[in-house]
């Protein structure tokens, strides 16, 4: 099965929400709040890599949207968010994924534009918006065990 990934609220706007949503024959999304984000971008601080705190904070929160239904993802298709950081998400990623036992394909992970009309994008957007539950709401303690 090949999913897309969009995010509404940027990872770096440390004063919204962040969602991220997966689409395409399933859907999920996840939310992490603006007070979480500001945790996280602290210990990026603190650690002395401040300019990595977006990309990897993105690709970590790709990460736990996708870790349980891995298996039955073949691409990732994810919107291009970050150009010229591109790599580094998908290397956060990969990293993750094998860290963790998932045997994948450097291949299997891209990037793409997703419009405003895209499931991912509206599953994202309503999410946003409170007018769909998230599947699941991310803290700084979800994400703090990746971080460094």
């Known amino acids: ?3 897309y990934v969009d995010q509404s609220g940027k990872v770096e706007y440390t004063s919204q ?3 991220i949503a997966y689409s395409n024959a ?9 007070e979480e984000k500001r945790k996280i971008q602290q210990m990026f601080r603190e650690a002395g890599k401040p300019t990595i705190f977006a990309f990897k904070t993105f690709a970590l929160l790709v990460y736990l949207l996708i870790r349980d239904d891995v298996m039955d993802i073949g691409t990732v298709m994810i919107d291009r968010e970050y150009v010229g950081k591109e790599w580094l998400v998908k290397q ?3 990293q993750l994924l094998r860290k963790h036992g998932v045997s994948i394909d450097k291949g299997a992970i891209d990037f793409c534009h997703i419009g405003k009309k895209h499931k991912a994008h509206m599953r994202a957007l309503s999410v946003f918006h409170g007018e769909i539950t998230p599947d699941m709401v991310v803290t700084s303690r979800d994400v703090l065990p990746y971080v460094l």
């Not at 399933?26 to 603006?34: D, Y």
């Open 26 to 34: 399933k859907r999920k999304s996840l939310v992490i709040r603006a």
């Open 17 to 19: 929400d962040t969602v």
């Open 1 to 3: 099965m090949q999913i």
């Open 92 to 94: 956060v990623l990969l």
